[in-house]
């Protein structure tokens, strides 16, 4: 076979055709089971063999090839440093068994909680347990947990989704459980964090379904640092940075020009001229203006993604404090120090262009990453916001922790939105914003946890939280109010929970007494299209008559239907990621199509073509008469 070629190097006696694979040289025999085409199970199998074979299956080389085969995204994680510490054979079994032990907990998860809408943090005492014990910097089982959770959610196609919805939830928690101490470290000494750790931080906390790395946002960033150090070679080969660069690969034969030059991890001034400077910031926004195409999202400003580093690499969008930041760290890797300016209303950089001047606004050039990167004087900046009256305090720099919570102020703006709470029921992300905020934001916290206790009473979370939140600010004047009030809604949603959910009664469809307002036409499962909306959504629940409150009837103007609160309603699934209940004679039943909402896995399985989605088994509890059928041009039939 062609992955065996190498055996072509050894040279074989006619006695040596004779030997059974046994009398194999050790080195022939560990390259056979070393080949990617043999995976771990047959490695077992092999060691099995014989006592020689086992001695070589106990490689640690070869489990270690073995362990990357089998998860290559996992093996990406472990520190280079320790490969030869790292006993992989064990490493790999453990990996196994924590994997079985995750995918079960998730597959249970439904059953105990389904009627919840949202899960507070002491519903995943499960996997706090199984992380306490171990110390996260000398054990790699958080890695395996959170390996295991991101295989579940990456199954392809629309199956398991139910497993899908609870290992997201799972993989958040775990994630902010073993983020939270190195970004609490960044409060207590914001000294350490830089402006691309803010940009990471972040993308990572506000994304923990993604696998987000330092690394893997340097490697970016290396790229775009080294199309525009390519591009300067082009236009001005003998600029001093090409000079360094020679010097750092003094000890090598053939030198790499386009490779970035060592410079300190954090730059505190240019180490160019400031002709050098713009030769350099010239290549710069070429490459990332015009050939790589980044620009400032004017036509959606307002969307999240604009905030995250990862997105804005694949969209090549943002808003001006994240291209600013990326602005700044491509520099920094080419030796040019611009500085983030929290200026009112849009973010700024300057830089150091006029050294020798006396007045300190004249030293400053500023530029505008959201612009292409357009230059522009102090006064010039100015301009930009005629109505404000502009401070020196306008043009300080803005420190990483600075930038970092301004990023978590505009997001918890989003996230606070009535248009956004409309798309993400669960408040997804003015959460993750405020808990963020509250972490690296010691000297502000009132106004953030009073808004995020809100929040986890609102979807009836936390409970213990939001008690120790409100204490701390029982006692501040001007609120206490307020705080008794919340504390005695937290205390009764307590009282609530500790007396268990009600069990719901199954609704059937062959009770025609349930049924005086006429029968339930659709089923959970089906998707349908709202006739005056026009949205598409998917059924999860009915009523055989409205049951919503009479305020409620008359402010969405259910009076004025044609059978008004006495027919049928439906609790849907919108496409936008919002929830409705929606009267039978507005919904139009649709060929089958694939409805994207963060909680479709809650209360379906899987979706099949020209059917719709089927039940879980929780769902199903709850409409045992309910019975998807196949959709047959103009409709669908049993």
């Not at 940075?241 to 505190?268: G, H, M, W, Y």
Request: some cysteine.
């Amino acid at each position: 076979c062609n992955q065996f070629d190498w055996l072509s190097e050894y040279t074989f006696t006619e006695t040596d055709v004779e030997l059974t694979m046994e009398g194999f040289p050790l080195e022939i025999l560990e390259q056979v089971v070393r080949d990617e085409s043999l995976s771990y199970e047959d490695l077992l199998s092999f060691s099995t063999t014989c006592r020689r074979f086992k001695e070589v299956g106990d490689s640690n080389e070869t489990w270690m090839t073995k362990f990357k085969l089998a998860y290559p995204n996992l093996f990406q994680h472990f520190p280079r440093s320790k490969f030869s510490q790292i006993w992989w054979k064990k490493e790999l079994r453990k990996k196994l068994e924590i994997g079985k032990l995750v995918r079960d907990e998730v597959k249970g998860m439904s059953e105990k909680f389904f009627s919840k809408t949202e899960l507070s943090s002491s519903d995943m005492h499960w996997f706090d347990d199984l992380l306490l014990p171990h110390n996260l910097e000398r054990t790699f089982v958080h890695l395996y947990v959170t390996e295991e959770l991101s295989s579940i959610i990456s199954r392809e196609g629309l199956v398991d989704l139910t497993s899908k919805h609870y290992a997201e939830k799972c993989i958040t928690h775990v994630k902010h459980q073993i983020l939270k101490p190195k970004f609490t470290s960044y409060s207590e000494d914001d000294l350490t964090l830089s402006y691309e750790a803010a940009l990471v931080m972040v993308a990572q906390w506000c994304q923990p379904v993604l696998d987000i790395s330092d690394k893997s946002v340097a490697k970016q960033l290396d790229k775009l640092a080294i199309a525009s150090l390519s591009h300067l070679l082009e236009l001005y080969p003998n600029h001093p940075i090409f000079t360094k660069i020679r010097s750092d690969q003094s000890d090598r034969t053939n030198v790499s020009l386009t490779q970035l030059p060592e410079l300190a991890t954090r730059l505190t001034s240019n180490l160019w001229s400031s002709q050098e400077c713009h030769q350099i910031m010239s290549s710069a926004n070429h490459v990332l203006y015009t050939v790589e195409g980044f620009m400032g999202n004017s036509g959606d400003y307002y969307n999240s993604d604009n905030s995250y580093i990862n997105r804005m690499m694949e969209t090549k969008q943002g808003i001006p404090i994240t291209l600013c930041l990326l602005y700044t760290c491509i520099m920094a890797r080419l030796g040019v120090h611009c500085l983030p300016v929290n200026f009112p209303g849009h973010f700024l950089l300057k830089w150091l262009e006029h050294p020798e001047e006396r007045e300190e606004a004249k030293k400053f050039t500023f530029i505008d990453a959201f612009e292409g990167g357009r230059q522009m004087t102090g006064a010039q900046a100015r301009e930009m916001v005629p109505h404000l009256v502009t401070q020196e305090e306008n043009f300080v720099v803005a420190e990483p922790m600075a930038v970092a919570q301004r990023m978590l102020r505009n997001l918890i703006s989003i996230g606070a939105s009535r248009s956004n709470n409309m798309r993400d029921p669960s408040y997804g992300l003015l959460r993750s914003s405020l808990e963020l905020m509250l972490i690296i934001n010691m000297l502000d916290t009132m106004q953030y946890g009073f808004m995020l206790s809100r929040v986890y009473l609102q979807l009836s979370i936390n409970h213990e939280e939001v008690m120790s939140m409100l204490q701390e600010f029982r006692d501040l004047p001007g609120i206490s109010d307020q705080v008794d009030y919340l504390m005695n809604n937290c205390q009764m949603q307590m009282e609530d929970r500790d007396k268990g959910e009600e069990v719901k009664e199954p609704k059937k469809r062959g009770v025609a007494a349930s049924f005086p307002h006429g029968q339930v036409l659709f089923w959970t499962g089906q998707v349908c299209r709202h006739k005056k909306y026009g949205y598409l959504c998917l059924v999860h629940g009915w009523d055989p008559a409205c049951t919503a409150s009479k305020s409620w009837i008359s402010q969405m103007g259910v009076d004025k239907l044609e059978d008004k609160d006495t027919q049928p309603f439906y609790n849907v699934l919108v496409a936008d990621g919002s929830n409705r209940y929606a009267a039978q004679e507005n919904l139009l039943p649709i060929e089958p199509e694939p409805v994207s909402h963060p909680e479709v896995g809650r209360y379906f399985e899987s979706y099949q073509a020209r059917v719709g989605y089927l039940p879980n088994q929780e769902l199903a509890k709850l409409y045992p008469d309910d019975r998807q059928v196949l959709w047959q041009g103009g409709g669908q039939e049993g």
